[in-house]
């Protein structure tokens, strides 16, 4: 098993710039969870999905994030614009049936640049 | 409003020693609390895991404790490791797939 597959693990870019964050869930696993680590604010949960369907995305901090899970294997968060305060790593997770009782399987993350 | 805190950012321990790592929590309704370990260019991973119905939780080095009427949980790691060195994540949940986590206390176990 792969594990979470997250691309790029870099991204430096320019404020005012779009900017798109991939990730390849655990195959069989039916929830993904997109996480932002600041040192201020530890790990935030951004959306979470349940099988591919948006469940719970009161944590996307402004209309400029937005995210996707087009198919069971594949989902992208999209910064559009960007600005110097998104940067951060961002973290996708799956798990088999929710982040409660079924342990997050975590990918090594996007370290997230605007300048 | 941090629903989940880990007030430590950082812990110093010396090899051998006992490392105790605590968190608190607001929320009454969490039912389910784990501790997630990470290394530097790294995800977290998951440790050790407890019930509200439980008040202790034992897996090898590692025993993770709650005290419900405090809102308090901590993580006992004995003997502590070098290789124990990492920032600790406490997180919580209830009944909903929701996983809330604190901002993590980073542990250094020295020789």
């Known amino acids: 098993d792969a594990g979470v597959i997250q691309s790029p693990r870099h991204e430096v870019t320019e404020m005012g710039q779009e900017v798109t964050l991939r990730c390849k869930p655990i195959s069989g696993h039916n929830s993904l969870f997109w996480y932002r680590q600041t040192m201020m604010r530890g790990l935030e949960l951004l959306i979470y999905?349940?099988?591919?369907?948006?469940?719970?995305d009161s944590g996307m901090p402004e209309d400029r994030f937005s995210a996707k899970m087009p198919n069971a294997s594949f989902s992208t968060l999209k910064i559009q614009p960007s600005e110097p305060r998104d940067s951060a790593v961002y973290f996708c997770a799956s798990s088999l049936f929710g982040g409660g009782n079924s342990p997050l399987h975590f990918g090594n993350g996007t370290r997230l640049t605007v300048t | 409003d941090q629903q989940v805190k880990q007030n430590s950012p950082s812990l110093s321990v010396q090899e051998g020693r006992i490392s105790i790592l605590n968190c608190d929590y607001t929320?009454?309704?969490?039912?389910?609390f784990l501790w997630y370990k990470k290394y530097p260019a790294e995800g977290p991973t998951f440790l050790i895991s407890i019930s509200s119905i439980k008040d202790k939780n034992e897996d090898g080095r590692f025993t993770v404790f709650l005290n419900k009427s405090a809102k308090h949980l901590s993580l006992h790691i004995v003997p502590s490791q070098p290789g124990d060195s990492a920032v600790y994540f406490c997180?919580?949940?209830?009944?909903?797939?929701?996983?809330?986590f604190g901002t993590g206390t980073r542990l250094q176990v020295f020789p």
């Open positions: 999905f349940n099988n591919n369907v948006p469940i719970d």
């Open positions: 997180a919580a949940s209830y009944n909903t797939d929701k996983l809330i």
């Open positions: 929320n009454s309704m969490f039912d389910y």
